[in-house]
């Protein structure tokens, strides 16, 4: 059984830093990439960034671009998510989430995803 | 910029319901690379169309995608109460980024 377990949300100034963890199992995690995907309270999905199976491939979007790091240890199945800077705007609850690769179309979705962890940013 | 959802869509139960997904040529419209998920409240959300039309193994086939101009479309048919939920497209681009459609909130009445 595929699982996705973030920790490490919580409380924080604006300015401050947080890491995000997520630790997977039931699927061979160097193999596939992951995303970090965020959700504002009552708002829609943002992607936040990825990275390849072998820790290449690192993008990010817009809005964290500069502030955020995303790396993964594939010995310890584990995806992480550096935040810095943080600002009130960052407040949303976290997901990490596996990607599946497309071969007829090229290209990758989200097919699994973890339960989310709550990062909330306030003075 | 987010891709375009009508803010919600309600029918009644065994009717069906389409929520539209519109964005530019570079995104939903011009891709073959979008997906949707479903939400409901409190939970992570779950991949049920992938490549416009395609479903994961476990979906039901009461989900369905179609693609016309730069417009995705989902379409519930046969609609059932416990699809009462939010649903968000999602485009794949060549820059290795995505785009996440504002999200549809489906009532069932």
């Known amino acids: 059984e595929v699982q996705l377990v973030e920790s490490g949300g919580g409380f924080v100034q604006p300015g401050g830093s947080l890491r995000l963890s997520c630790e997977v199992s039931?699927?061979?995690?160097?193999?596939?990439?992951m995303s970090w995907v965020r959700q504002a309270p009552g708002k829609g999905l943002e992607w936040v960034s990825v990275?390849?199976?072998?820790?290449?491939?690192?993008y990010y979007g817009d809005s964290v671009m500069g502030r955020f790091t995303i790396s993964r240890d594939n010995s310890k199945n584990t995806l992480y998510l550096q935040m810095n800077s943080l600002r009130v705007e960052d407040t949303a609850i976290y997901y990490c989430?596996?990607?599946?690769?497309?071969?007829?179309?090229?290209?990758?979705?989200?097919?699994?995803w973890g339960q989310g962890t709550l990062v909330s940013v306030s003075s | 910029s987010a891709l375009t959802q009508p803010r919600s869509v309600s029918g009644s139960p065994g009717q069906s319901v389409a929520i539209s997904c519109t964005g530019p040529?570079?995104?939903?419209?011009?891709?073959?690379?979008v997906a949707w998920y479903q939400q409901h409240p409190g939970k992570a959300p779950k991949f049920i169309i992938y490549?416009?039309?395609k479903r994961p193994p476990g979906v039901p086939d009461r989900f369905s995608g179609s693609k016309s101009g730069n417009t995705a479309s989902l379409t519930i048919s046969g609609l059932q109460a416990e699809d009462e939920a939010d649903y968000y497209c999602?485009?794949?681009?060549?820059?290795?980024?995505?785009?996440f459609g504002t999200g549809t909130k489906v009532t069932v009445l």
């Open positions: 989430a596996k990607e599946w690769y497309s071969s007829s179309s090229g290209g990758d979705y989200f097919d699994y």
């Open positions: 039931g699927f061979n995690f160097g193999t596939y990439a």
């Open positions: 990275i390849g199976g072998s820790g290449g491939g690192i």
């Open positions: 040529s570079s995104d939903a419209g011009g891709s073959d690379r």
């Open positions: 490549d416009v039309t």
């Open positions: 999602c485009s794949f681009t060549g820059t290795y980024t995505f785009v």
